[in-house]
């Protein structure tokens, strides 16, 4: 796997390429320096001034090595913080979609409860669904839930009309346990009055003994 292979980056790929170019450029002096030290048919003059040529172009290629080497960890920095903050944003995304699904389970729970729940309307004593829907067919084609409240409704009025009744037998009952009391309050009276009678009469019972 060669070079080109392993960094795709662009900028990347420009800092390689001109640290490329530099090499070559190093080695081309050094084989330059290793030809006039095995033949010396350069003049030290001509010599210098072919090193001084290379050197230059060293040089221009160091440094735009370094100035790309400055722009690629400058871009690699502000990858990095954008990575940080791209994660920072899947973890908060991560973390509501956990309590999503924490609330979502909280739900399911709940409706299971209320599914399972034994309700006080289910204890009522309701005519059966036969019965109500021959005395209302009106009702046919409710769904169960309007056919439940319905059906409480009815329960509901039957209750307040047997309640009302319950209230007129009540007070027709207070006023027979009233009359009953007055009638024994003017027994007693009667009594009475009886005993005094009878009292009162007594002497005369005695005359009248005598005299037969």
Do not use: W
């Amino acid at each position: 796997m060669n070079d080109d292979e392993i960094v795709t980056d662009p900028v990347l790929r420009s800092v390689l390429d001109s640290a490329e170019r530099a090499r070559q450029q190093c080695l081309e002096i050094t084989n330059l320096l290793e030809q006039h030290k095995a033949t010396p048919t350069t003049s030290p003059r001509d010599l210098q001034l072919e090193l001084s040529k290379h050197q230059k172009q060293l040089f221009g290629h160091l440094a735009q090595v370094r100035s790309l080497n400055r722009d690629a960890l400058y871009g690699a920095r502000a990858t990095k913080a954008e990575t940080a903050e791209a994660r920072q944003e899947i973890d908060a995304m991560h973390l509501q979609l956990q309590n999503l699904y924490y609330e979502q389970r909280h739900l399911i729970g709940e409706i299971e409860a209320c599914q399972s729940y034994d309700h006080k309307y289910q204890q009522l004593p309701l005519i059966p669904v036969e019965e109500f829907l021959e005395q209302f067919p009106e009702h046919a084609d409710d769904d169960e839930n309007a056919l439940m409240m319905a059906r409480i409704e009815h329960e509901h009025a039957e209750r307040l009309e047997l309640e009302e009744q319950r209230q007129v037998l009540l007070k027709k009952k207070q006023a027979l346990i009233a009359e009953n009391n007055r009638r024994k309050v003017d027994l007693a009276n009667l009594d009475k009055d009886l005993e005094k009678f009878i009292d009162a009469a007594q002497p005369i019972q005695t005359i009248l003994e005598k005299e037969y």
